[in-house]
């Protein structure tokens, strides 16, 4: 049984708005107490078990890394490493075997399907550090991929550079590439949950990849009980181009529709590229967003992605910023013996 305060974070959809807003802010107030020099060690002691069976090179070292700057130890097990990846433990026992010596889990798999499993039998919160089926047969296409942690971050650095003035429900966000349900499961978290935080989304993308007619009424739904924010499909990056506050785009994995790389590109490359066509058309103060690695002359030409409107690697960075509030907001409020450091 998990502990009654314990909550994981798996699907975004299960936090609150309330909740979210919490987060973002001790994820900000953990950043501005790192460049005052402050860093306190909340998680002293605690162990992070982090799983994976997909290569990371973000995900893995901002957990680690944060684990440790707040005083607490992060161990990397890949398939290699555990029964499970040979298939001698099923996942249900790995999970509940951790957990009975961890103190949070955090798990990056192919498939949602096998996040779930690690949730349902771990006594100690479980982080997603992605699902994203890059297969048929692990649920590619599904609706259920997500990326919470990256879209953490993602808030994290809209937050610090929208422009003055504005509050993030004041946002027009632009995506750029596949839209469709289950085929970037960045863009899935983003579609699910920044119209509830009261963000305008525009998916731009050729209408055969736009999301469903389902999932887009879903996603509306969800937002009209919260922020309210519109959903917008256009087939013309252009129309909003001016609007937009935040061009974001992510690698289209076209080995699963069948076709060549040349044929991708015909279908995305440039009219759904980030290049300064685009830009020309962009407020001065847009910011281009990708959550890497990508491919340079793909989704962002050269000169975006070097540009003054980059925003790429400050993006990568604040991943260390949002994991250290995700696990300080997860896992503190139960080792309450600290709070004299926040004294
Ligand atoms: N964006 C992201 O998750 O990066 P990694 O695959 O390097 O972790």
Redesign the pocket.
Known sequence: MKHEHYMDMNRLSDWSVEQINELLDTCLLLKEMEEKGVRLPLLKDVVLAMMFD?????????FETAMTQLGGHAMFLDGSSLHAGSGQEDIAETAAIISSMADAIMI?SLSQRVIDEVVANSTVPVIS??SCALFQEDGFGSQEQH?P??VIADLITMIERKPAGKKLSDLTFMWLGDGADGFDC?FMDHLSLFPRLGIRVICAAPKKFWPSDELLAKCRAQAAEDGNGEIICTEDPLEYAGETDFFYTGVVNYHNYGVSEEEAFKVFYPKYQINADLMAHAPKSAWVLH???GNRNWELTDEVWDGPQSALLPL?EN?LYAQRGILVYILWPLRRNTSEYLK
């Open positions: 997909q290569q990371s090179t973000r995900t893995r070292v901002s990056r550090g992605m990326h942690t990256q960045v959550y890497l690695p990568g991943r």
